[in-house]
């Protein structure tokens, strides 16, 4: 145990040297003194670490002493604790600094899903040491059940995604404000190429002659393996392979879990009806996936439908693990639309498609009444194409009383006027470097 409280020490002190450190701020901010348990969550290699350094350079940089930051990742093998174990980092950090009041200390523990009975352990600190708790885990149950049970109340919840187009402009070292000189408009729409095709994971924008494929197969091996096959005891791997490739190869389009059970009994691999839809949810609880219902103005009817749409975390990792969608510009677009979306909406509240005699691919809602509708498509110089996403956004507009309606494509940026409507068409690299708050 001493040599464990050793460990922390040097853990402690080491971070507390490098500050402050290095990096390329996200759009996201984490308040601080907020007295609220910040939480944040994310799919691996996200950047939510970051976001905690960024937070603490912020912390820093107001006048606070580097000795009140205790920082500690418990994806450190050295520091895998038993329940009881955990008081060891405060007694470690209360050996070291004797004299700092623990009120005034920020505590910042990275990857705390990792930590067995952490919920009892960072209750207890708040109840009786200190209000700054900053921690971020890759489960997204973390937020849904474990925090809403054992933290009750406590919390302030915030959910980091790989960077989205802006941030990767940033990453990027470019100007995403200029777009009307030509020549800065053409790197925008490279750059929106190399998004919607690679994806936004903050080391894939940053690297240089990598294979960014060989780094994103290793991401989804991690993600598979260690967060779903060892975290939920999966014995199965064929069928959770087969069940990843089959949702991937489905992206956008509404998918009936029952349809790939039989393929599978087809197959001749045995499983369990049960366990797909449980494999639905780990995949949704890890961010790798996520389900998109159909909008009923019945909550409770839309949570009974069992065709979702699903979509991912990121299209470079689609692409990297399935090739077949690479050239699919329509899909990724999608995906693409989905996430920018979703990350305006967080967990998933206000965001569902529309399916009637015809169909709309996304319904933002605010407090369940429909704000905005979004077609996405790649290329609309098609009149049948065009036609079909404007009729779409037409009956969906009549059938839920809603006049904010956007097509997302690749290049057309003009207004089309349907009955009594006003469409906007813009392009995708456009719509994601605006402001949708203000739509």
Request: glycine share 4%; aromatic share 12%; with cysteine.
């Amino acid at each position: 145990m001493e040599k464990r409280k050793e460990i922390l020490k040097t853990k402690i002190l080491d971070f507390q040297n490098m500050l402050p450190v290095k990096l390329v701020e996200r759009e996201l901010s984490l308040p601080a003194g907020s007295g609220k348990i910040i939480t944040v969550t994310g799919v691996r290699r996200s950047g939510k670490t970051y976001l905690l350094y960024q937070t603490i350079n912020k912390i820093v940089k107001s006048g606070v002493s580097k000795k009140r930051i205790l920082f500690l990742s418990f994806d450190d093998e050295r520091i895998n604790f038993k329940p009881d174990e955990l008081d060891l980092i405060i007694q470690a950090y209360r050996e070291l600094f004797p004299d700092t009041d623990l009120r005034d200390v920020y505590l910042f523990f990275d990857e705390i899903q990792n930590a067995v009975n952490w919920e009892k352990f960072v209750r207890r600190i708040y109840d009786t040491e200190t209000k700054n708790i900053f921690l971020s885990g890759s489960n997204s149950n973390m937020l849904a059940s474990d925090i809403a049970s054992a933290l009750r109340g406590r919390t302030i919840q915030f959910e980091v995604f790989p960077l989205s187009f802006p941030e990767f402009c940033t990453f990027k070292k470019m100007d995403k404000s200029d777009i009307y000189s030509s020549a800065n408009r053409a790197k925008i729409i490279n750059a929106a190429t190399s998004f919607l095709v690679g994806g936004g994971f903050p080391e894939i924008a940053l690297s240089k002659n990598v294979n960014p494929d060989m780094i994103l197969q290793e991401y989804y091996h991690v993600l598979l393996f260690r967060d779903i096959v060892e975290r939920y005891n999966i014995s199965n791997i064929a069928v959770l392979k087969y069940f990843v490739a089959r949702l991937i190869n489905n992206l956008s389009k509404p998918t009936a879990i029952n349809k790939i059970y039989n393929e599978i009994r087809s197959a001749g691999l045995k499983t369990d009806k049960n366990l797909l839809y449980q494999l639905a949810g780990y995949l949704d609880a890890v961010y790798f996936s996520f389900r998109l219902k159909r909008f009923e103005n019945s909550v409770l009817k839309a949570e009974l439908l069992t065709n979702s749409k699903f979509y991912f975390i990121d299209n470079g990792l689609v692409n990297a693990i399935s090739y077949a969608n690479t050239n699919e510009y329509g899909k990724l677009l999608e995906n693409s639309t989905f996430l920018f979306l979703r990350q305006k909406v967080p967990f998933q509240r206000g965001l569902n498609y529309y399916k009637g005699r015809k169909e709309c691919d996304f319904v933002v809602t605010d407090r369940q009444k429909p704000h905005m509708l979004v077609q996405v498509s790649w290329d609309i110089t098609s009149g049948e194409t065009l036609k079909r996403e404007v009729d779409g956004l037409a009956e969906a507009a009549r059938k839920l009383s809603c006049k904010n309606l956007y097509i997302i494509n690749n290049d057309l940026d003009t207004v089309i006027h349907q009955e009594k409507f006003e469409i906007k068409v813009v392009p995708y690299w456009k719509f994601f470097l605006s402001n949708m708050d203000k739509n």
